[in-house]
C-alpha cells in the first residue's frame, strides 16, 4: 500500500454542513482518497438515520460522532442502534464514567452486525480540543489538560474504549502512556497558515502524525476550500510525508 494510500485510511473529513447534496458531493469528490467520513449532530439531525444508511451501503466508512452523554442505559440503547447501522467508529464522552464506557460497549457488542462490519470502534472523548484552562476552571477542573486527558483515556480503556478522541498536543502522553493500538483521533488539526476558526489546542497534520495519532478529523480547512479534492490531497501528502 502506498504511504498516501495509508494515510487516506488515517483521514477523517468532518462533514460538518446541515446540506444533503454538498455532503454527498464532499462524499463523492474525495471517496477515490480512501478517506473516512464524520457525521455529526449537524448532519445527523438534517439527514436522518435513513441517509446515513444509504451512504455506509455506499461505502462510505462513517465515524458517527454524537458524542453520547447520559446514563448508562440510554448510552448503551444509543449504541445498539449506531451499531445496527454499520457504522465504522462512534463516541461517548469519557466524562460519562467507566460505567457508562462499559454500557457502551456491550450495545455495540450485542448489536453488531458482520455483514455490516462488525462491531464498531468505540472511542471516548477526553477533553474538546476548543477546551482552554479558562474553560477547564470554567467546569471545576484542575489546570493541566494534559493530566486530565491521559487520566481519562486510561479510565476509558479499562472500560472497553478502543481509544480516544483527544487533541493533537496530548497524543504524545496518550500514545505514550496507552501502548501502541490504541486508537487515538485528534480533531483541532490546521495546515500551516490556515484558519485557526474557533480551535484552540491545534496541530498541523504532520504534527499530528508525528505525535502518534491514529487518525485525523480534519474539517473546515477542507469543507472551506475552494476545491474540497484539491486540499484534501495536500493534507494526505503532508501526512503521507510524515508516516513515511
Ligand atoms: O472544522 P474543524 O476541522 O475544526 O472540525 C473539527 C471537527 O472535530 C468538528 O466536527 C468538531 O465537532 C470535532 N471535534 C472537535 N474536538 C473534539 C471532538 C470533536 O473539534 N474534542
Do not use: R
Given at each position: 500500500m502506498s504511504d498516501l494510500a495509508k494515510a487516506g485510511e488515517r483521514l477523517i473529513l468532518?462533514?460538518?454542513?446541515?446540506?444533503l447534496p454538498e455532503a454527498r458531493e464532499f462524499i463523492h469528490s474525495t471517496q477515490h482518497l480512501g478517506i473516512r467520513y464524520k457525521v455529526g449532530p449537524e448532519l445527523f439531525l438534517a439527514a436522518g438515520p435513513e441517509w446515513l444508511d444509504k451512504v455506509i451501503r455506499q461505502g462510505a466508512r462513517v465515524?458517527?460522532?454524537?458524542k453520547f452523554h447520559d446514563i448508562p442505559n440510554t448510552v448503551e440503547q444509543a449504541c445498539r442502534r449506531a451499531a445496527g447501522w454499520g457504522v465504522w467508529m462512534c463516541n461517548v464522552h469519557a466524562l460519562g464514567g467507566a460505567e457508562m464506557i462499559r454500557r457502551a460497549r456491550a450495545g455495540l457488542e450485542e448489536a453488531a452486525d458482520p455483514r455490516r462490519g462488525g462491531r464498531p470502534l468505540l472511542l471516548a472523548v477526553t477533553?474538546?480540543?476548543?477546551?482552554d484552562e479558562k474553560a477547564l476552571s470554567e467546569i471545576g477542573l484542575a489546570p493541566g489538560t494534559e493530566g486530565h486527558v491521559v487520566r481519562l483515556a486510561k479510565m476509558a480503556k479499562s472500560a472497553g474504549a478502543d481509544g480516544v478522541v483527544c487533541s493533537a498536543l496530548e497524543a504524545a502522553a496518550v500514545r505514550k502512556e496507552l501502548g501502541p493500538d490504541f486508537t487515538i483521533v485528534t480533531p483541532g488539526i490546521r495546515p500551516a497558515g490556515a484558519d485557526v476558526n474557533d480551535q484552540v489546542r491545534i496541530s498541523t497534520p504532520a504534527g499530528a502524525i508525528k505525535a502518534g495519532a491514529s487518525h485525523l478529523v480534519v474539517g473546515r480547512p477542507i469543507?472551506?476550500?475552494?476545491?474540497p479534492a484539491v486540499a484534501c490531497r495536500v493534507i494526505l501528502t503532508e501526512m503521507a510525508g510524515a508516516l513515511g
Open positions: 468532518a462533514l460538518d454542513t446541515p446540506e465515524f458517527l460522532d454524537l477533553l474538546l480540543t476548543s477546551h469543507t472551506k476550500a475552494e476545491k
